[in-house]
């Protein structure tokens, strides 16, 4: 039953964090916007790939719907090449390429594309999507479209990265949370735990999505309530995010230099943050604030 109830736990968790993860067809429009705007191209479109299969869901600047929500199978034309190999590949006549099949010449001569250049974005050990850019005259693409469209794939490269570390992190820590409702006296669970609470809080910190890092705040947050109850939950102690922050590395055992290398902040200004704190939970030392502050239910 224990075990059972562990993996129920897990389950509800996986869809919490789940839930937290902004939709990356999102991050998908932002890149073709870029693309549209920086590149020149008058046509971007790009898709995901699931199930080993690349669907393209996004757009900007077709004429017509007939690439819409198609499916485009590894190997086949010019998207399926570029999941095979790995890497951009383009075609400055697409109706007459011979590096490609042409499984889908009716939905992409009718939208009267001829110039296409397609970059795949590998992430996690494997192809994730794949951005397209393409003009209506067949002749080759510039080296400026060329870059805009090859970086806007880094640049998701970059963000599915960020955002499968945060799955990764809230994942582990929801799993520590159920362990830890059922086994409050594990002492390993629970400095996993706080390990993962100072991991989650350092990510959140280096964030540039505000939406997305209020909202790893508040599942680190949440690790803090695990498995506790008492007069601690009425402390009317407030640190500061940046003081919670440097304080949630200090009870891992980090030096300031430490701190600053985790949280990409100054020794000074660590040093700064941790004697606020201190003064705030009235703490001569820091060990004393790291108490204080558990105590207070501000760390775990």
């Known amino acids: 039953m224990h075990n059972m109830a562990v993996c129920a736990m897990r389950t509800d968790a996986m869809s919490d964090t789940r839930l937290l993860r902004p939709d990356d067809r999102a ?34 600047g077709t004429r017509t719907t007939g690439l819409h929500n198609l499916e485009v199978c590894p190997g086949t034309g010019l998207g399926g090449r570029v999941i095979l190999q790995g890497r951009p590949v383009g075609v400055t006549d697409y109706a007459s390429a011979r590096s490609i099949t042409h499984d889908y010449d009716r939905p992409v001569l009718r939208e009267g594309l001829a110039s296409l250049l397609a970059v795949p974005v590998h992430a996690g050990g494997r192809c994730r999507a794949v951005l397209y850019g393409a003009v209506r005259q067949p002749a080759a693409l510039g080296d400026r479209i060329r870059d805009e469209i090859v970086a806007a794939g880094r640049r998701l490269v970059h963000e ?20 830890r409702q059922l086994e409050p006296a594990h002492a390993a669970t629970l400095e996993e735990l706080r390990s993962v609470h100072s991991e989650l809080r350092a990510i959140a910190g280096a964030m540039s999505d505000s939406a997305l890092q209020r909202r790893i705040y508040a599942a680190a947050q949440r690790l803090v309530a695990v498995g506790e109850s008492g007069p601690g939950k009425n402390s009317k102690v407030r640190l500061s995010t940046r003081e919670t922050d440097v304080l949630a590395q200090v009870a891992l055992g980090c030096t300031n230099a430490e701190v600053a290398n985790r949280l990409s902040l100054s020794r000074e200004t660590v040093k700064a943050y941790l004697q606020s704190a201190m003064r705030k939970l009235d703490a001569g030392t820091r060990y004393e604030a790291v108490v204080r502050a558990r105590k207070a239910m501000l760390i775990p």
């Open 27 to 60: 991050a998908l429009r932002a890149e073709l916007r870029t693309i549209i705007r920086q590149g020149g191209v008058p046509v971007a479109f790009a898709g995901e790939v699931g199930g080993n299969r690349l669907r393209l869901t996004e757009f900007l």
């Open 160 to 179: 599915l990265t960020i955002r499968d570390e945060v799955d990764h992190r809230l994942a582990m820590a929801e799993s520590l949370a159920a362990v």
